[in-house]
Each structure stands twice: as C-alpha cells, then as structure tokens.
C-alpha cells in the first residue's frame, strides 16, 4: 500500500457508500443529514494535529478524542478488515494497513479468539482504540538499569480489560511495553494509530522468563 496523503483509496470508497444517514422530516421537525464520524475525517483531523507539532500531552489528548469518536462507529472500516485472514501462519489475526502519511499511520488489528502477543514495545508514539468486543493489555515496565545489550528485567504494572470505545495510549521509553490476550470466543477489533509505519521499524520483543530481549520489525500488513 503506497504512502499517500490522499483519501481516494478503496478504504474510502467502500467508507462513502455506508458512512451517511440521512434523516428527512419527521413529526414537523425538519432534520437535516447527519454524518457520521469516519476514517477519512479521523486521518484529516489527525493529519491536522501531527502537522501542528503539538506537545506530547496535547496530542494525546487530542488524539485520543478522535479516536474515541471513531472507535464507536462499527461501520468506520469495512467488513473485510473485521475479521481474522483465516490463513497463514497467524490464521486467527488479521492486520491491514489503512492509511500511510508522513508522521502518522493507522492500520486495523484483529484478534481472533484466543489470539495473543507477548511483550514488545512500538519505539513511536501510538493509540489503540476497541471498535468490538474487548481484549486484556497487561503493560510492564523496565527495571533493570539499561546497561546490558540484549537483556531486560520487566514488572508486570498492570492488567486492564480494554473495552469497546476505550483508548489506550503508548508512550515511548515511558510506558509502551505490552502483551495483548484476547481470552474470549470471539474476535475483537482494533484501531492502531502511530507516529511511524511499522513495516521494518526496529522493535523489541521481551521474554519474561529469559529476560532476553530480541529485535525484531513488521515486514508487511495482511492486506498490503
């Protein structure tokens, strides 16, 4: 999927014929055509913000409230990234690129039943916002004191069910490293937003047992 800033892609197209709802005249009250909040109006409004320079704190909270308002509209992707591939290695997840711009990407991530990652971290700046169902994110934190290359000694900081409408915020070197579990039977969808594309950015898987730390970078999204 090319790097773009324009919004005439087959993302958006499938998006317009299902993202207005028009209401006419009812009980002599006149109602005028109501639109809903979708990812071409997110991606402008985001594209906006990031061009701005914002402090970390102001893109966050600004962020986040388009995220929310986006994430609670089920329809804001089509069907087919709703859904695991159904092929491959990870057969049960599904990740698709959906918009790749200077300063920002977003992509949907789908959790199938039981689907799961370990601890990583992003090394950029990132959202997560439920569209559907929920997923359990346990975060951890460094404890060691960064002076031997390959190794990490993590504590598990906290557990929270991330439900439908929730944001979750990642903020590199601060608090970004987690592992996601989706321990129901049923799949849950996500919108991830990043500062970076994530396709051959340099990442960090942590073993919790080992304490070995291990390189690794997306090499492409299911759909692109």
Sequence with gaps: MAASSQFDTPVSRAL?????VFLGRL????????????????????????????EQAKLFDKGSSYLERLVRNPSCIPEEF???????????HGSYALYRGPGLFVSAVVW????????HDHQTW????????AIQETRYRRVDDRDR?????LEQDRTTLV??????L?????????????????????????????????????????????????EKFDNC
């Design 27 to 54: 009980g002599g009250i006149n109602l005028t055509t109501l639109t809903t909040y979708d990812l071409d109006q997110f991606v402008a409004d985001m594209n906006a913000l990031v061009k701005s320079r914002p």
């Design 149 to 153: 290359e390959g190794f990490a000694k």
């Design 82 to 92: 709703q859904r695991p591939t159904g092929k491959g290695k990870r057969a049960n």
């Design 112 to 119: 199938g039943p039981g689907d799961n990652v370990g601890p």
């Design 126 to 133: 990132g959202m997560i916002g439920v569209i559907g169902n």
């Design 163 to 168: 439900k439908p409408g929730d944001v979750s």
């Design 170 to 218: 990642l903020i590199p070197e601060v608090d970004e490293i987690h592992r996601m579990d989706n321990f129901s039977d049923r799949s849950t969808v996500e919108i991830h937003v990043y500062g970076k594309d994530l396709v051959g950015l340099p990442r960090y898987r942590y073993d919790l047992e080992t304490s070995e730390v291990k390189p690794f970078a997306s």
């Design 16 to 20: 317009t014929a299902r993202g207005a």
